[in-house]
Protein backbone atom coordinates (compact mmCIF):
# COMPACT_ATOMS: atom_id res chain seq x y z
CA UNK A 1 0.00 0.00 0.00
CA UNK A 2 1.41 3.29 -0.99
CA UNK A 3 1.29 5.54 2.02
CA UNK A 4 -0.28 8.60 2.61
CA UNK A 5 0.13 11.90 0.90
CA UNK A 6 -0.52 13.76 4.25
CA UNK A 7 1.40 12.02 7.67
CA UNK A 8 -0.42 9.63 9.19
CA UNK A 9 -2.76 10.40 12.36
CA UNK A 10 -0.44 9.29 15.96
CA UNK A 11 -2.71 6.79 16.93
CA UNK A 12 -2.37 4.89 13.42
CA UNK A 13 0.01 1.75 14.41
CA UNK A 14 1.35 2.56 10.14
CA UNK A 15 2.69 5.75 11.63
CA UNK A 16 5.73 3.97 13.49
CA UNK A 17 6.81 2.32 10.32
CA UNK A 18 7.78 5.37 8.71
CA UNK A 19 11.19 6.22 8.15
CA UNK A 20 12.13 9.57 10.14
CA UNK A 21 13.91 12.25 9.05
CA UNK A 22 17.30 13.16 10.70
CA UNK A 23 16.43 15.55 13.24
CA UNK A 24 19.32 18.02 11.67
CA UNK A 25 18.13 17.69 8.66
CA UNK A 26 14.56 18.71 10.01
CA UNK A 27 15.72 21.70 11.67
CA UNK A 28 17.60 22.60 8.03
CA UNK A 29 14.00 22.35 6.31
CA UNK A 30 12.10 23.86 8.95
CA UNK A 31 14.67 27.14 9.40
CA UNK A 32 16.24 26.98 5.98
CA UNK A 33 13.36 29.15 4.07
CA UNK A 34 13.59 31.69 7.49
CA UNK A 35 17.42 31.71 6.75
CA UNK A 36 16.67 32.80 3.64
CA UNK A 37 14.25 35.66 4.26
CA UNK A 38 16.20 37.21 6.60
CA UNK A 39 19.51 37.55 4.48
CA UNK A 40 17.26 38.50 1.15
CA UNK A 41 16.04 41.50 3.26
CA UNK A 42 19.16 42.17 4.34
CA UNK A 43 21.19 41.84 1.55
CA UNK A 44 18.20 42.50 -0.85
CA UNK A 45 19.73 45.21 -2.77
CA UNK A 46 23.29 43.12 -3.63
CA UNK A 47 21.43 40.40 -4.79
CA UNK A 48 19.95 42.57 -7.59
CA UNK A 49 22.84 43.88 -8.16
CA UNK A 50 24.38 40.48 -8.27
CA UNK A 51 21.06 38.63 -10.00
CA UNK A 52 19.30 41.64 -11.64
CA UNK A 53 16.34 39.30 -12.66
CA UNK A 54 15.09 39.92 -9.17
CA UNK A 55 14.65 43.50 -9.15
CA UNK A 56 11.06 42.85 -10.93
CA UNK A 57 9.87 42.01 -7.37
CA UNK A 58 10.85 45.41 -5.99
CA UNK A 59 12.29 46.44 -3.05
CA UNK A 60 14.31 44.43 -0.41
CA UNK A 61 11.22 42.79 1.39
CA UNK A 62 10.29 41.52 -1.70
CA UNK A 63 13.05 40.46 -2.86
CA UNK A 64 13.13 38.48 0.32
CA UNK A 65 9.15 37.47 -0.19
CA UNK A 66 9.58 35.61 -3.47
CA UNK A 67 12.90 33.73 -2.26
CA UNK A 68 11.01 32.48 0.94
CA UNK A 69 8.54 31.32 -1.44
CA UNK A 70 10.79 29.08 -3.77
CA UNK A 71 12.50 28.17 -0.50
CA UNK A 72 9.64 27.09 1.42
CA UNK A 73 8.49 24.92 -1.68
CA UNK A 74 11.91 23.51 -1.45
CA UNK A 75 11.53 22.53 1.76
CA UNK A 76 8.56 21.10 1.24
CA UNK A 77 9.31 19.26 -1.82
CA UNK A 78 12.72 17.52 -0.05
CA UNK A 79 9.92 16.62 2.80
CA UNK A 80 8.26 14.86 -0.08
CA UNK A 81 11.12 12.89 -1.88
CA UNK A 82 12.87 11.30 1.52
CA UNK A 83 9.34 10.03 3.40
CA UNK A 84 6.65 10.40 0.40
CA UNK A 85 4.64 12.32 2.94
CA UNK A 86 4.12 15.87 4.17
CA UNK A 87 4.03 16.85 7.31
CA UNK A 88 0.89 19.10 8.01
CA UNK A 89 1.96 22.02 9.79
CA UNK A 90 4.81 22.97 7.47
CA UNK A 91 2.71 22.16 4.63
CA UNK A 92 -0.06 24.43 6.27
CA UNK A 93 2.04 27.39 7.18
CA UNK A 94 3.47 26.57 3.15
CA UNK A 95 0.17 27.48 2.05
CA UNK A 96 -0.25 30.60 3.96
CA UNK A 97 3.35 31.42 3.01
CA UNK A 98 2.04 31.08 -0.91
CA UNK A 99 -1.27 32.63 -0.62
CA UNK A 100 0.21 35.93 1.28
CA UNK A 101 3.55 35.76 -0.68
CA UNK A 102 1.73 36.11 -3.83
CA UNK A 103 -0.79 38.90 -2.56
CA UNK A 104 2.32 40.90 -1.40
CA UNK A 105 4.25 40.60 -4.58
CA UNK A 106 1.55 41.50 -6.93
CA UNK A 107 0.18 44.13 -4.66
CA UNK A 108 3.79 45.83 -4.00
CA UNK A 109 2.10 45.75 -0.08
CA UNK A 110 4.42 44.28 2.72
CA UNK A 111 1.29 43.67 5.20
CA UNK A 112 0.31 40.54 3.58
CA UNK A 113 3.41 38.59 4.63
CA UNK A 114 3.85 40.31 7.62
CA UNK A 115 0.53 39.31 8.59
CA UNK A 116 1.30 35.66 7.69
CA UNK A 117 2.75 35.11 11.25
CA UNK A 118 -0.43 36.03 12.39
CA UNK A 119 -2.72 33.94 10.62
CA UNK A 120 -0.65 30.76 11.00
CA UNK A 121 -0.06 31.08 14.55
CA UNK A 122 -4.04 31.77 15.26
CA UNK A 123 -4.68 28.97 12.62
CA UNK A 124 -2.65 26.48 15.09
CA UNK A 125 -3.45 27.63 18.36
CA UNK A 126 -6.94 27.24 17.40
CA UNK A 127 -6.83 24.04 15.74
CA UNK A 128 -5.02 22.96 19.30
CA UNK A 129 -7.64 24.34 21.30
CA UNK A 130 -10.66 23.40 18.87
CA UNK A 131 -8.92 19.49 18.93
CA UNK A 132 -8.90 19.55 22.51
CA UNK A 133 -13.07 20.97 22.66
CA UNK A 134 -14.06 17.60 20.71
CA UNK A 135 -11.46 15.11 22.80
CA UNK A 136 -8.74 15.27 20.19
CA UNK A 137 -5.16 16.14 21.07
CA UNK A 138 -3.81 17.12 18.11
CA UNK A 139 -0.37 17.98 18.99
CA UNK A 140 0.78 14.35 18.60
CA UNK A 141 0.90 15.28 14.95
CA UNK A 142 3.99 17.05 15.63
CA UNK A 143 6.22 15.75 18.67
CA UNK A 144 4.23 12.23 18.97
CA UNK A 145 7.69 10.73 17.18
CA UNK A 146 9.87 12.68 19.80
CA UNK A 147 7.85 11.71 22.96
CA UNK A 148 5.72 8.95 24.01
CA UNK A 149 3.09 10.72 26.50
CA UNK A 150 -0.19 9.22 27.89
CA UNK A 151 -3.37 11.23 27.44
CA UNK A 152 -3.49 13.52 30.41
CA UNK A 153 0.36 14.67 29.19
CA UNK A 154 -1.02 15.13 25.70
CA UNK A 155 -4.09 16.99 26.56
CA UNK A 156 -2.04 19.35 29.01
CA UNK A 157 0.84 19.64 26.27
CA UNK A 158 -1.96 20.69 23.45
CA UNK A 159 -3.55 23.67 25.47
CA UNK A 160 -0.13 24.99 26.70
CA UNK A 161 0.92 24.70 22.94
CA UNK A 162 -2.46 26.52 22.05
CA UNK A 163 -2.15 29.29 24.52
CA UNK A 164 1.11 29.59 23.06
CA UNK A 165 0.67 29.73 19.54
CA UNK A 166 -2.25 32.52 20.27
CA UNK A 167 0.85 33.99 22.09
CA UNK A 168 2.60 34.61 18.77
CA UNK A 169 0.22 35.66 17.18
CA UNK A 170 -0.36 39.06 19.17
CA UNK A 171 3.22 39.29 19.85
CA UNK A 172 3.88 39.57 15.86
CA UNK A 173 1.07 41.79 15.81
CA UNK A 174 2.42 44.16 18.38
CA UNK A 175 5.80 43.88 16.11
CA UNK A 176 4.80 44.64 13.11
CA UNK A 177 2.52 47.25 13.66
CA UNK A 178 4.76 49.05 15.87
CA UNK A 179 8.00 48.65 14.21
CA UNK A 180 10.10 48.80 11.11
CA UNK A 181 10.42 46.12 8.68
CA UNK A 182 14.23 45.59 9.22
CA UNK A 183 13.37 45.09 13.03
CA UNK A 184 9.78 43.02 12.27
CA UNK A 185 12.68 40.96 10.12
CA UNK A 186 15.15 40.32 12.66
CA UNK A 187 12.25 39.83 15.28
CA UNK A 188 10.64 37.29 13.41
CA UNK A 189 13.75 34.97 12.64
CA UNK A 190 16.23 35.66 15.75
CA UNK A 191 13.29 36.62 18.41
CA UNK A 192 10.68 33.78 17.89
CA UNK A 193 13.23 30.80 17.34
CA UNK A 194 14.56 31.67 21.13
CA UNK A 195 11.53 32.65 22.81
CA UNK A 196 10.12 29.13 21.47
CA UNK A 197 12.99 27.13 22.31
CA UNK A 198 13.07 28.92 26.12
CA UNK A 199 8.95 27.37 26.20
CA UNK A 200 9.89 24.07 24.64
CA UNK A 201 12.43 23.55 27.38
CA UNK A 202 10.10 24.67 29.76
CA UNK A 203 7.38 22.09 29.27
CA UNK A 204 10.05 19.46 30.11
CA UNK A 205 8.51 18.36 33.98
CA UNK A 206 5.42 18.18 32.25
CA UNK A 207 6.81 15.48 29.70
CA UNK A 208 9.04 13.88 32.13
CA UNK A 209 5.84 13.24 34.55
CA UNK A 210 3.89 11.95 31.68
CA UNK A 211 5.75 9.97 29.62
CA UNK A 212 5.73 6.46 28.84
CA UNK A 213 8.01 3.22 28.43
CA UNK A 214 7.76 2.03 24.80
CA UNK A 215 5.95 -0.90 25.87
CA UNK A 216 3.04 1.20 27.59
CA UNK A 217 2.81 3.42 24.62
CA UNK A 218 2.01 0.80 22.46
CA UNK A 219 -0.47 -0.52 24.45
CA UNK A 220 -1.87 3.11 24.65
CA UNK A 221 -1.83 3.40 20.89
CA UNK A 222 -4.11 0.07 20.69
CA UNK A 223 -6.46 1.18 23.32
CA UNK A 224 -7.26 4.07 21.21
Known amino acids: MNPPILERDPSDPQKEKKEGVNPVLKLVLELGPLLVFFFANARGAWLVQKFPALGQFG ?3 FVATGLFMAATAIALLASWLLIRTLPIMPM ?3 VVVFIF ?5 YLQDDIFIKMKPTIVNTLFGGVLLGGLY ?10 DSAFRLDAEGWRKLTFRW ?3 FLFLALANEVVWRNFSTDAWVTF ?8 TLVFTFSQ ?10 ESAA ?6 K
Open 101 to 105: GALTL
Open 218 to 223: KEDKVG
Open 188 to 195: KVWGIMPI
Open 134 to 143: FGKSLLGYVF
Open 92 to 94: VSG
Open 204 to 213: MPLILRHSLD
Open 162 to 164: GLF
Open 59 to 61: GPI
